[in-house]
């Protein structure tokens, strides 16, 4: 067996930590609340856990709005308790990953206060600022992530400034050196602090046409498509000088002693992943790869995202998985609790390294929010983008109490569920639940690198099932997932001298499997050859 960083072995777990566990009742998580919780981390049996932003923020959009990189806001905690939460993750050997996000801050990050105060304040080029076009009207006709236009006009100088999501984020430029240094300190900072790796928001922002062309128009627009697709995102976003930056960021991490992750969070095709790579040292280890997250749930669609991808990585490129996040529907929502199961097997058993959104181990489904209890902005900004992305936000129920144990306050959004039964503590006792096969899968998967690092082989059969082999070394396994809620019979040469050692349906399900393999409804097995 080569030699793995840790990263390539690891299962990453995805915290949101304004709805993971609030300890003083403000109805907002924090940081005490998931040391409190740490040994649920051990306990469930991830590697790894990569928290969205706690850094000091005005909470435009949640902690994406940064308003200053090298604390940690009120509403989270301190200092202090971030250095608990490090020594608590570490204790249990688990790793932590903190948010990074350079393409803006905050607008009442002091940088950019001074920035808008006048046309030849030494800040001012730390942001993206222009006069109106001739005519009057913003620079060039971008269009926010975020809704409407990326300019916001500013009457203090009588210019426009741009930003890439909210008016409350200014983008950063990156094209100044001085940004540069600024930002690789606070990259520097975190390392100091002890983190193992960083998730790099919004990267495909952060480089712009540096004489700020239009974006052309979108041809395959279709209604409903959210409002910025209109345009072709091609000035605006994903420029090869991205990768510059990213080297430079990359150069600072690997300075320091020890061995730490990038993960880079890009929107895109298969094909276009690969060049977040690098030449393999000065990328991201990690560009997330969010196929899955948009593959239609029918065998088809299914291996056209697993295998595009995998023949589209570079050579050496480790791949990676996710099934949702923070800005997505919930996977139990978008294919159903009972395929939810299924999903689980998948994404656990793919070659490379998954990351797990917090809940999905409960198959937690989008929560339907009041229009008055709405909070994110996408949702309340973008008319087509419905409730924005508080449902798949809401917290975690940690019992079966009407605040799910998760605060004695108000929660900040209500408390999310799959129906009665889904907090963890109806769900750890119970073998059948969806938190105990994502215990079960995590443990066979760390007994048997084939699951993790073995190579990945499709295989035939017949009707709405995804089946392929793992194999490392001398084992061999075959993952079998009926995506149908219909009970079924496949045959397939290796099956036949095979064993079952796993099943998403009915934990008594072992042995060896015969000449047909009768799947139920819904149901994944592993099988080993
Ligand atoms: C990323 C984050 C999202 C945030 C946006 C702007 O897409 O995942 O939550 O709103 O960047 O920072
Ligand atoms: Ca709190």
Redesign the pocket.
């Known amino acids: 067996m080569d030699a793995k960083a840790w990263w390539q072995d690891a299962v990453i777990y995805q915290v949101y930590p304004r709805s993971f566990q609030d300890s003083n009742g403000d109805g907002i998580g924090d940081l005490r609340g998931i040391i409190a919780r740490a040994d649920y981390f051990a306990w469930l049996g991830i590697d790894a856990v990569w928290f969205?932003p706690f850094f000091a923020s005005p909470q435009a959009?949640?902690g994406?709005?940064v308003s200053n990189y090298t604390d940690i806001d009120p509403d989270y905690g301190t200092l202090a308790d971030f250095d608990e939460l490090v020594a608590a993750l570490h204790a249990r050997n688990i790793r932590i990953i903190v948010d990074f996000?350079p393409?803006?801050s905050s607008d009442q990050h002091p940088w950019f206060l001074e920035s808008r105060k006048s046309l030849n304040n030494p800040k001012r080029d730390w942001y993206t600022w222009r006069s109106p076009a001739p005519g009057g009207g913003p620079p060039n006709n971008w269009l926010s992530?975020?809704g409407g236009r990326s300019w916001e006009y500013d009457q203090a100088t009588g210019q426009y400034y741009l930003h890439s999501?909210l008016k409350e984020?200014p983008d950063l430029n990156w094209r100044n050196p001085a940004v540069r240094d600024a930002m690789h300190d606070v990259l520097r900072f975190w390392i100091d602090r002890g983190v193992d790796g960083f998730r790099v928001?919004?990267i495909g922002c952060i480089a712009k046409d540096p004489q700020l062309r239009d974006d052309p128009p979108n041809p395959d627009y279709k209604e409903g498509d959210p409002p910025f697709a209109r345009n072709r995102m091609v000035n605006s976003a994903n420029r090869p000088e991205v990768m510059e930056f990213v080297a430079g960021m990359r150069r600072v991490v690997d300075a320091e002693p020890g061995s730490r992750v990038m993960i880079g969070?890009v929107?895109l095709k298969p094909a276009e992943i690969g060049a977040y790579y690098g030449t393999g040292s000065d990328g991201f280890q990690l560009p997330t790869n969010f196929n899955l997250l948009w593959a239609p749930w029918k065998r088809a669609a299914v291996f056209e995202a697993v295998e595009s991808y995998e023949a589209a990585l570079p050579k050496a490129a480790w791949p990676d998985w996710v099934l949702g996040?923070?800005?997505q529907s919930r996977i139990a929502t978008r294919i159903g609790k009972a395929q939810a199961r299924v999903a689980m097997l998948l994404l656990l058993t793919l070659r490379g390294t998954p990351i797990v959104y917090f809940g999905d181990e409960l198959a937690l489904e989008d929560i339907v929010i009041p229009l008055d209890k709405q909070r994110d902005p996408?949702g309340i900004n973008m008319p087509g983008k419905g409730q924005g992305?508080d449902p798949e936000r809401c917290p975690m129920p940690w019992d079966e109490t009407p605040k799910g144990g998760f605060t004695s306050g108000e929660p900040w959004l209500p408390i999310a569920a799959s129906g009665p039964g889904s907090s963890v503590e109806a769900q750890r006792d119970d073998e059948a639940s969806m938190l105990s096969l994502t215990r079960r899968i995590l443990a066979l998967r760390r007994s048997e690198p084939a699951l993790s690092r073995g190579a990945w082989t499709p295989m035939t059969v017949e009707g709405e099932v995804v089946a392929y082999l793992r194999s490392d070394g001398g084992k061999r396994f075959a993952v079998v997932l009926n995506l149908e809620g219909k009970r079924k019979t496949v045959r397939f040469a290796e099956a036949n001298s095979g064993r079952i050692v796993l099943s998403t349906h009915d934990i008594a399900r072992t042995g060896a499997v015969g000449r047909d393999l009768v799947l139920a409804a819904n149901e994944g097995v592993v099988i080993a050859i």
């Open positions: 969205s959009d949640y994406y709005d996000v393409n803006h992530l975020a999501f984020q928001d919004a969070e929107y996040n923070h800005d996408f992305r």
